[in-house]
């Protein structure tokens, strides 16, 4: 009993290589993530926009579509600050405002599969639980699904223009407001390639682990038959 345990602990060269390609996929991660556009945002414009930028010189007013990665999220949120009365008023209305909890709810999602990316990359490098990994890994991709979700609940109101780029942006004046509502409405409001990089990541590794964990079985059970038939003889 004892020989056949350690013959089933045994690391064999494909375990090595189910455990490389595992660590591989789980690192690569997160420079996409990080270098990777992360959000897609398109602006269909007026032609009031236009006169406006003209007569202003602004030429920032006339984004029409822009994809924004995490490193440049920062600058992005501060140049929208910049329309609202205090930048830290913008920054705290995202915590406090009920419109911006499916993005709080997304954000909270697409975190913990980034962490799981990292227990999974732990369990790759120290040991051989493809259980464990399989279920890691199907939680990172379930929890990839509930950041899509919730995003497109913050989304898809902002498309159909039941709220507003004034809206959006905690403007409560009514001659800002409107000035805003004259500068165009939002086409196209998505999650990028950071984001789907980490989904298709997740589903990879599940994608792997399943079928690793199939042909063990079956390996298990041929060697089973063998060894029933070999005490029959």
Same mark, same amino acid.
């Given at each position: 009993?004892?020989?056949?345990?350690?013959?089933?602990?045994?690391?064999?060269?494909?375990?090595?290589?189910?455990?490389?390609?595992?660590?591989?996929?789980a690192?690569?991660?997160?420079?996409?993530?990080?270098?990777?556009?992360?959000?897609?945002?398109?602006?269909?414009?007026?032609?009031?926009?236009?006169?406006?930028?003209?007569?202003?010189?602004?030429?920032?007013?006339?984004?029409?579509?822009?994809?924004?990665?995490?490193?440049?999220?920062?600058?992005?949120?501060?140049?929208?600050?910049?329309?609202?009365?205090?930048?830290?008023?913008?920054?705290?209305?995202?915590?406090?405002?009920?419109?911006?909890?499916?993005?709080?709810?997304?954000?909270?999602?697409?975190?913990?599969?980034?962490?799981?990316?990292?227990?999974?990359?732990?369990? !790759?490098?120290? #040991?051989?639980?493809?259980?464990?990994?399989?279920? &890691? %890994? =199907?939680?990172?991709? /379930? +929890?990839?699904?509930? !950041?899509?979700? #919730?995003f497109?609940?913050?989304?898809?109101?902002? &498309? %159909? =223009?039941?709220?507003? /780029? +004034?809206?959006?942006?905690?403007?409560?004046?009514?001659?800002?407001?409107a000035v805003?509502?004259?500068? =165009?409405?939002v086409?196209?409001?998505?999650?990028?390639?950071?984001?789907?990089?980490?989904?298709?990541?997740?589903?990879?590794?599940?994608a792997?682990?399943?079928?690793?964990?199939?042909?063990?079985?079956?390996?298990?059970?041929e060697?089973?038959?063998?060894?029933?038939?070999?005490?029959?003889?």
């Open positions: 009993m004892s020989k056949t345990n350690k013959i089933k602990q045994k690391t064999t060269g494909f375990d090595i290589l189910y455990r490389v390609v595992t660590a591989i996929i690192i690569i991660i997160y420079p996409i993530f990080y270098f990777a556009d992360i959000l897609t945002i398109a602006i269909s414009h007026t032609d009031i926009s236009d006169l406006l930028n003209k007569f202003t010189g602004n030429n920032e007013l006339h984004v029409t579509d822009e994809s924004i990665s995490l490193h440049e999220l920062p600058t992005f949120i501060n140049l929208f600050s910049g329309f609202t009365n205090d930048e830290f008023d913008f920054k705290a209305s995202v915590l406090q405002n009920e419109m911006y909890t499916p993005v709080i709810v997304a954000v909270v999602f697409i975190a913990i599969a980034l962490v799981l990316g990292l227990v999974i990359l732990g369990f !790759a490098i120290f #040991s051989n639980k493809v259980k464990v990994i399989t279920a &890691l %890994s =199907g939680a990172g991709f /379930l +929890s990839t699904i509930a !950041a899509y979700i #919730s497109s609940f913050f989304a898809n109101p902002l &498309l %159909s =223009g039941e709220v507003t /780029l +004034s809206q959006l942006l905690n403007i409560d004046g009514i001659i800002m407001s805003i509502g004259f500068l =165009g409405e086409t196209v409001f998505t999650l990028d390639t950071a984001f789907f990089g980490v989904m298709f990541a997740m589903l990879a590794i599940l792997w682990s399943v079928s690793v964990l199939i042909v063990n079985k079956s390996e298990e059970k060697k089973a038959m063998k060894e029933a038939a070999r005490k029959n003889r």
